[in-house]
């Protein structure tokens, strides 16, 4: 007999979860990957150092500390590539050295010591070469070449931006070019050519503020070329017909001088030069007449006369809300009335098709009783055994003969259902609605039936209206002094200033407090329609000029195809004075960039 052994259990495996397995499988992956391109960059670093190829070598290295920054053996390795690469560098500066080819070596050594700051032989090297560079700057300075000098002190404080024999070079530079650009300036000034003198003079100031005495020299040629360029407005003195002196002291050259702008040469003057730009303005005081008027009229002043009661506006309010959410819930009401109706039918007509499909199923039943009693019977009275009787027929059990009732007892269960659902929404908003109301009905008996109310009365008082008017009749006639027998048409305007003051009583109880005239001086409003007058002639002396400078500054910008021409120069310096207000950028940009100006609005002493 063989021994019985019993079954061993063996342990099931405890699956990872597939996400698991994934992630863990991506990580080798990467890691895979990974140790493949540092080991690669690793190899081609090491051989393009071998070959000397040093920037391929560096790109290399970069890349396997890329995929490995944590790396000590491609650090170490890429310290010593860039030693050997600084030492090439280094030996090619010490051939441009050698050769004299000193912006080249400089290059050079930087580079050498950006690859490797411990190369103390291309640190010695540096420092020669800019000492070399410093003497040919100072040797270039003492033969007046400016430019030479300037660049080659610029490239040494590029490198070291401490350097005080660079630093003290760069400032003997900038006083070389101011003493130039004075000279020139002094040149050109005694030339006769002040719009190019002006500018030399800004220029020396700005390379070197103080070195020179070219500030004030340009604020002395400033002002002739203003002078020079200056609109004059004659003023001969005002003939007053009027015979108020103190209305025509108001309209003399003085009070135009105060209300033209300071910035644009515009000079008042009383006598009429020879060959000047400018006008005449010829002024005549025609009469002074002061006018008072009082005018009577009423007014009326609100006062609370007491208080009454009044319906409750919000009350009334509340009742019309009420009275619409009650006609609102009869509405509500009477479509619940029609759901429920529609569901009590509904539901008979369910019952009735149950109990027809209870019915029918019985009938099935007993038919199908029926067949199997006939088919026990004829089957006990077979002599063969295995042989089936005609009566065992198993479709006369399943004839379906109640598919219609059930069929429509179906269809008749869903509309009830849905109806059963539409029933539950009537009643929730019809109790929704019943809220509605109820809090309509206690906020209507909670508001008060009526209410007081302000009772406003007016007390009608009378008033005097007093007006005081000055009215001046200025003529004025304004000739160009370059047209003198041309014909000019004399305007004759009127200028009034009006005040106004309401004077009434005082009824204190009433709350009306009593109002005095307070008029103003009639003197004072005498002044005031001076300064009226003088204010509109101001202007029409304004839009004189802008015509004339208008036209001067077309002619400037016709010659900005060639903005350092001198006689370009010398129409645009002029233009600007006269546009000092608003200087056009099209003229002002390009002839400061022509001229070297940093500060383009120096040129108005700015």
Known sequence: MRPVSAPVRLRPMVSAPPRALAALALCALLFMSGCTAYSRAVREGDEKASQRKWTEAEAAYQRALAA??????????????????????????????????????????????????????????LTQTLEARVAVAQKALQEDRLQE????????????????????GVDAVQVAWAKRWFKTAQQLEEDGKLGNALLAY??????RVGATAARERAEGVRQRLRDEVAYLVVTPPVVDKAESPDVAQRLAGGRLAAMLPKQVPIRVVTEVPE???????????????????????????????????????RRKQFEE??????????????????????????QAELSTLRQATERCRDRERQVCLEVIRECGKAASELDKPGQVPE?????????????????????????????????????????SQRREVQRGRDTVFREPITVEEPMYSDFVFDVELHRLTVKATVTSVLRDLTAPQAVQAPVTQDYDVVHEDLAHKGYDRY??????????????????????????????????FDIYRQKRVEDARRGMVRPGAEDVVETAVRVLLLTADAPPADILQPMAQARGLRQPEALFGK
């Not at 002061?290 to 506006?313: D, F, I, M, W």
């Not at 002044?527 to 009226?532: A, F, I, S």
């Open 149 to 168: 000098a300037r660049s080659e002190f610029d490239a040494v404080l590029a490198v070291s931006p401490e350097h005080p024999v660079a630093r003290k």
């Open 321 to 346: 809300k009420l009275l619409q959410t009650e006609r609102t819930l009869e509405e509500i009401e009477r479509k619940q009335t029609g759901v429920l109706r529609e569901y009590l039918r509904h």
């Open 391 to 431: 009566e065992c027929n198993p479709a006369e059990c399943a004839r379906g003969g109640c598919r219609q009732e059930e069929a429509l007892l179906t269809q008749s269960a869903t509309a009830v259902k849905a109806l059963e659902v539409g029933l539950q929404v009537a009643l929730e908003k019809s109790e």
């Open 202 to 207: 800004l220029r020396a100031d700005q390379e």
């Open 275 to 313: 060959s000047r730009v400018g006008v005449k303005l010829d002024v005549v005081l025609e009469r002074v007449l002061p006018l008072k008027a009082v005018e009577q009229s009423q007014r009326s002043h609100r006062y609370l006369a007491g208080n009454r009661s009044v319906p409750n506006p």
């Open 511 to 544: 709350g009306v407090l009593a109002d005095p005239v307070q008029l103003r001086d009639e003197l004072q409003l005498r002044v005031e329609v001076g300064d009226k007058a003088m204010e509109d002639l101001s202007k029409r002396v304004r839009e004189r």
């Open 68 to 125: 490995d920054p944590g790396s000590s053996e491609v650090t170490v390795k890429l310290r010593a590539m860039r030693k050997g690469w600084s030492q090439e560098v280094f030996e090619e500066a010490g051939r441009a050295h050698g050769s004299g080819n000193l912006p080249l070596a400089q290059s050079h050594l930087v580079r050498a010591l950006e690859l490797d700051p411990e190369n103390e032989p291309a640190r010695q090297l």
